[in-house]
């Protein structure tokens, strides 16, 4: 891999590289209409670092909340923590990455309680599944894979 470019100050480098679009992807919604065909697509691009931290530090916030008296009894809470867990931070993640097909800069979903209330444990498992993939495909680790690696990636 060749090194930065010399002909261009670090900082005006950096700066292009925050204009540059995220990468992003459209997945059809997990909902069928009555046609069997998708009712909708959905946009999804890979969250920046601060958008990562901000779904895990709401998903604790939330979590917590939910289970204020059972944090109490650390052994007993523990299996509904991790559960809970889980489930909200896909509904966090989901609601930061997905962004409407025709403007990526406006959210798919209005809020976290929207895809709770109004998707199926499988919808969200599905939609969830789909950023992972994108997550991993589109992001910059696949370029640091030999073949060998990248063999055994595309095969799981």
């Known amino acids: 891999m060749s090194?930065?470019?010399t002909n261009i100050d670090p900082?005006?480098?950096?700066?292009?590289i925050?204009?540059?679009?995220?990468?992003?992807?459209?997945?059809?919604?997990?909902?069928k209409g009555p046609d069997g065909e998708p009712v909708c697509q959905v946009a999804f691009w890979v969250m920046t670092q601060a958008e990562k931290m901000g779904a895990i530090s709401a998903t604790e916030t939330w979590v917590r909340k939910q289970l204020k008296d059972a944090l109490a009894s650390a052994t007993e809470a523990r299996r509904g923590y991790e559960d809970l867990?889980?489930?909200?931070?896909?509904?966090?993640i989901l609601f930061r990455a997905a962004r409407h097909p025709q403007d990526l800069t406006k959210p798919f979903f209005r809020t976290q309680k929207d895809i709770a209330d109004h998707l199926t444990q499988d919808e969200v498992a599905v939609l969830f599944n789909a950023y992972l993939r994108l997550e991993h495909e589109l992001g910059p680790i696949v370029t640091e894979l030999t073949d060998t690696e990248m063999e055994a990636w595309l095969l799981t």
């Open 3 to 5: 090194g930065p470019p």
């Open 85 to 92: 867990y889980a489930n909200r931070a896909s509904l966090e």
């Open 11 to 16: 900082s005006d480098l950096f700066l292009q």
């Open 18 to 31: 925050t204009q540059m679009p995220r990468p992003s992807r459209l997945v059809p919604f997990p909902r």
